[in-house]
C-alpha cells in the first residue's frame, strides 16, 4: 500500500510538474494546499508520537500508514507552491493552526493544550486519545478537501483532495471501530 502511494503521488508529481497545466490554478487551489500542508503536517507528528507512546499495535499500524500516506502527499504539495511561485504560508489570513487552547475548529487542527496533552500521554490513554483527535483532524481534512473539490481548479490538487476525502473517510471508519471496540 505505502509502496502504491509513493508511486502514485511521485507519479503525479511528474506530470504536474512537466505539464503546462502548473499555471493552471487558482486562490483556492493554492489555499487548500498551504492549509492542508499544515494539516499533514500535525497529522505526521500526531503519528510519530504513536511509535513510542501507543500500546495498540493496532494504533501504531495505522499510524504508520497515516505517516506514510501524508509524507508524500506534503512534498507533492510543497512542489506545487514552488512551481505556482506561492510561499508555504500566507502573508494574512489563514487557516486557525491550533494555537489557542480553545476547541477544535471546522478543520479540525489539535490545539497546542491538545497536542500537550497528547504528547504526556502513554499505553491506552494515548490509544483512545489518538484516535479520538485523530478522527476530528481527518474530518477537518475532508472538509477541506470537499471545499478544494467545489472551488478548486488545479485538477491535480482536486485529484489529490478526491484522494484524502477517500482514504481518511476509511480512515474514520476504522477508528470509530477500534474505539467502539474498546481498544
Do not use: Y
Amino acid at each position: 500500500m505505502k509502496r502504491i502511494a509513493l508511486t502514485l503521488f511521485a507519479g503525479l508529481f511528474l506530470v504536474t510538474a512537466c505539464s503546462d497545466k502548473v499555471k493552471d490554478h487558482n486562490a483556492q487551489d493554492v489555499s487548500f494546499v498551504r492549509d492542508m500542508i499544515a494539516h499533514h503536517q500535525q497529522a505526521v507528528e500526531m503519528s510519530m508520537m504513536a511509535s513510542a507512546q501507543a500500546a495498540s499495535p493496532k494504533v501504531k499500524d495505522l499510524a504508520s500508514r497515516i505517516r506514510a500516506a501524508q509524507d508524500p502527499e506534503i512534498v507533492t504539495m510543497r512542489a506545487w507552491l514552488s512551481a505556482w511561485g506561492a510561499s508555504e504560508t500566507a502573508t494574512s489570513g489563514g487557516m486557525d493552526h491550533g494555537g489557542g487552547g480553545g476547541s477544535m475548529g471546522s478543520t479540525g487542527m489539535m490545539t497546542d493544550a491538545q497536542m500537550s496533552e497528547l504528547r504526556t500521554a502513554t499505553g491506552p490513554a494515548f490509544d483512545r486519545m489518538f484516535l479520538t483527535m485523530m478522527t476530528e483532524h481527518h474530518r477537518g481534512a475532508v472538509t477541506m478537501a470537499r471545499t478544494e473539490l467545489d472551488k478548486g481548479k488545479h485538477p491535480p490538487a482536486k485529484q489529490l483532495a478526491r484522494t484524502i476525502i477517500d482514504a481518511q473517510e476509511k480512515e474514520i471508519t476504522e477508528m470509530q471501530a477500534l474505539l467502539a471496540g474498546g481498544l
